[in-house]
């Protein structure tokens, strides 16, 4: 994905690029897909190939994160690189560039604060917080990595929260209580 992502107009890297389109879907947008793509594929001065081959590409793999959030329960997988065993820091800066995209993406589908619950606006706060942590000097302890999988927890959770909260939202009808998928309401 690397070499595509390279000749976009952003140029995100592949976490980025993951929680840029995650975002998109969390935010509402109803043409997701379409919208990423819009973002980060080749633009044409890298060469009719080159676009033609990164959209094809990126198409599918933009397919298969949507996959994801069409189940009875969507769900958000964060990417890592090389999973666990690569070093804390690395680790921690992919986390950090989804963050980054994710909130890039909020911000595209214009999404503010107002439009969320006061759940979904700390977490907003939480989010943006996050992505102001000093990464450079973070070293290898088991402290940090129980921390890093925390957060990488809470930023799963987080953004479906936020999918959940739009979801509803964009229901037409959206003035009775929330249910969890699967759960129905006792008539009495």
Same mark, same amino acid.
């Given at each position: 994905?690397?070499?595509?992502?390279?000749?976009?107009?952003?140029?995100?890297?592949?976490?980025?690029?993951?929680?840029?389109?995650? +975002?998109?879907?969390?935010?509402?947008?109803?043409?997701?897909?379409?919208?990423?793509?819009?973002?980060?594929?080749?633009?044409?001065?890298?060469?009719?190939?080159?676009?033609?081959?990164?959209?094809?590409?990126?198409?599918?793999?933009?397919?298969?994160?949507?996959?994801?959030?069409?189940?009875?329960?969507?769900?958000?997988?964060?990417?890592?690189?090389? +999973?666990?065993?690569?070093?804390?820091?690395?680790?921690?800066?992919?986390?950090?560039?989804?963050?980054? +995209?994710?909130?890039?993406?909020?911000?595209?589908?214009?999404?503010? !604060?107002?439009?969320?619950?006061?759940? +979904?606006?700390?977490?907003?706060?939480?989010? #943006?917080?996050? #992505?102001?942590?000093?990464?450079?000097?973070? !070293?290898?302890?088991?402290?940090?990595?129980?921390?890093?999988?925390?957060?990488?927890?809470?930023?799963?959770?987080?953004?479906?929260?936020?999918?959940?909260?739009?979801?509803?939202?964009?229901?037409? #009808?959206?003035?009775?209580?929330?249910?969890?998928?699967?759960?129905? #309401?006792?008539?009495?």
């Amino acid at each position: 994905m690397g070499p595509y992502l390279d000749a976009g107009p952003l140029n995100p890297s592949p976490s980025e690029a993951h929680g840029i389109l995650c +975002g998109l879907i969390c935010g509402g947008d109803t043409q997701a897909l379409e919208s990423w793509l819009g973002q980060v594929s080749p633009t044409p001065d890298a060469g009719e190939a080159l676009v033609a081959e990164g959209r094809a590409a990126l198409r599918e793999c933009g397919l298969a994160i949507e996959r994801e959030f069409q189940g009875l329960e969507p769900l958000v997988r964060l990417p890592s690189p090389a +999973g666990d065993s690569a070093p804390l820091g690395e680790r921690a800066l992919w986390l950090y560039d989804w963050i980054r +995209g994710f909130l890039y993406a909020l911000g595209l589908v214009g999404l503010s !604060e107002s439009d969320l619950s006061e759940q +979904g606006r700390e977490i907003l706060r939480d989010l #943006t917080a996050i #992505t102001q942590m000093d990464l450079d000097d973070l !070293e290898e302890t088991e402290d940090n990595e129980q921390a890093l999988a925390e957060v990488i927890e809470f930023v799963r959770v987080a953004a479906m929260l936020i999918h959940h909260e739009r979801a509803i939202a964009r229901s037409p #009808t959206n003035s009775g209580p929330a249910t969890s998928a699967g759960q129905e #309401t006792d008539p009495e």
